[in-house]
């Protein structure tokens, strides 16, 4: 994700004392009744359950952590990754001339919403239906609209016209596994035959951005590191002569957080370097890669958000406690209904009253219980691709769960690359095992004559 979208965490303690300055007694309160309830060994109320909100009696962020080493863990990831894939590219195909980036971001909701919930639709053992549904909303951004953008209702309406390159980006969650994915298209012509000189300009970036991602999938085999993947993005973007976009950032996921403290950087300053620890990829781990680049000489990323309405997406902070605003509950209350206990970003358009959503949107940013993330731009006159995938490490090697391979007029080849690029890019993701082949019956006996032979 890129870099800087949010406003800075503080740390828990100080939220805390903001938080229980107004209302202590009643916090105190409700915590006493979930330490009572973790000390009974009962379990909080579900949002299946219909009890009102309490994100004190539910803590995600202190969660134990599982593993795909858990095969339930597994096959929701898996799931996820089939299901974000599948929309992702319906979505794509729908990118048309003439297509409503509205309609395209309602469907793409609308889709997950239905797909996601026909899955885990039982009770679990404890008589609660599992979380499922939106982990990102649909965006679709075009042209220097880089990325985070879903309209609102009352915003003008956005029209897909031919030659607009367009990034659609989406999200998948079951029981907090995330999987999310972005994918970039060129709007071509129905009738034209061969790409015109602009279009075959912002060809050449998504063939760049494409084989890095390429690149990177291999270099994140068990053993590889971070700073490996950093410094193969300068020579792809160097070879292409394009730019890395300055903040983008790939993470190690964990439940019911797609942005982990373990992290790849797009490029490198003096600065980055200090904050880029160096990170051994192990199997196991499941990782969003996210690779952007840009042409123009300029890889500067940048927001114009000056108001709530400018922020289309917002996540939850680290804490959360109990509001006492109407407007505030009825806000946790809309996402509670929705099934995913406000830990996965939304929009204001997800709410039936976006009056009473945005002020209550507008309490939660004030109080710094939510965080925004703006609209970021480039310069008109630039093209940003865009590839995401969501990738698992095993010990046989990578496997990338969602996102989609760049489309067929994208020349996927090694002629412009490195040599090493090239070599890497020609190698599988899996672990190559050397295995010995059985040999021959006859084979083996010719071998056992001679070194008899050889005795005698």
Same mark, same amino acid.
């Given at each position: ?21 107004? $209302? ?11 330490? #009572?309830?973790? /000390?009974?060994? *009962?379990?909080?109320? *579900?949002?299946? #359950? ?8 539910? $803590? ?24 974000? @894939? ?33 899955? &885990? ?24 609209? +880089? ?8 915003? =003008? ?22 999987? @999310? ?14 790409? #015109? ?17 390429? !690149? ?20 792809? !973007? ?5 730019? +890395? ?31 880029? $620890? ?11 890669? $996210? ?17 709530? *309405? ?23 209350? !809309? ?14 358009? @997800? ?10 949107? *507008? ?20 093209? +940003? ?23 067929? &007029?994208?020349?996927?080849? @090694? ?18 095992? =050397? ?6 019956? /006859? ?14």
């Amino acid at each position: 994700m890129p870099r800087g979208l949010s406003r800075p965490r503080q740390s828990l303690q100080g939220k805390r004392k903001r938080s229980l300055s107004a $209302d202590a007694r009643a916090s105190s309160r409700s915590k006493s009744r979930s330490k #009572s309830r973790a /000390a009974s060994g *009962s379990r909080p109320r *579900s949002a299946s #359950s219909g009890a009102e909100y309490d994100a004190s009696a539910v $803590d995600f962020f202190e969660q134990p952590e599982e593993t795909i080493l858990e095969p339930s863990v597994e096959d929701k990831y898996r799931l996820g990754g089939q299901i974000a @894939t599948k929309i992702l590219k319906e979505l794509c195909e729908l990118v048309v001339p003439g297509a409503s980036v509205m309609e395209l971001c309602k469907k793409g909701d609308a889709m997950i919403a239905k797909q996601t919930h026909a899955h &885990y639709a039982k009770p679990d053992e404890h008589g609660d239906i599992i979380e499922r549904g939106i982990a990102f909303p649909t965006c679709i951004n075009v042209n220097n609209i +880089v990325c985070h953008y879903q309209p609102l209702l009352e915003k =003008q309406e956005v029209i897909i016209s031919a030659g607009d390159v367009v990034r659609v980006e989406l999200g998948v969650h079951f029981d907090g596994y995330v999987n @999310t994915a972005a994918h970039t298209i060129l709007v071509r012509d129905a009738d034209a035959d061969e790409p #015109s000189v602009p279009e075959q300009i912002n060809i050449d970036v998504l063939a760049a951005t494409y084989t890095a991602a390429a !690149a990177a999938l291999r270099l994140m085999k068990p053993g590889g590191s971070n700073h490996e993947v950093t410094d193969m993005f300068r020579s792809v !973007a160097h070879s292409y002569g394009v730019d +890395v976009a300055n903040g983008v950032i790939s993470h190690r996921m964990k439940r019911w957080d797609e942005a982990g403290t373990q992290i790849i950087l797009g490029c490198t300053s003096v600065a980055d370097q200090v904050l880029q $620890d160096t990170v051994i990829f192990q199997p196991n781990q499941i990782w969003t890669l $996210d690779v952007v680049f840009i042409n123009g000489g300029d890889n500067t990323l940048r927001s114009k958000a000056a108001s709530i *309405s400018d922020h289309f997406v917002f996540k939850r902070s680290e804490v959360m406690e109990g509001q006492r605003r109407k407007t505030a509950r009825y806000v946790l209350n !809309a996402l509670r209904i929705q099934g995913n206990q406000c830990m996965m970003p939304f929009t204001l358009n @997800t709410f039936d009253n976006p009056t009473k959503g945005k002020a209550g949107v *507008s309490q939660l940013l004030k109080d710094q219980l939510l965080d925004s993330i703006p609209v970021l731009y480039c310069r008109p006159f630039q093209c +940003v691709a865009r590839y995401k995938w969501t990738v698992m490490i095993t010990e046989k090697g990578v496997q990338r769960l969602a996102g989609l391979p760049p489309p067929a &007029y994208v020349p996927v080849t @090694t002629n412009r690359v490195t040599r090493d690029v090239a070599e890497l890019l020609r190698s599988s993701v899996r672990i190559d095992k =050397q295995v010995k082949k059985p040999q021959h019956a /006859a084979k083996r006996q010719r071998h056992a004559t001679a070194i008899l032979a050889d005795a005698q």
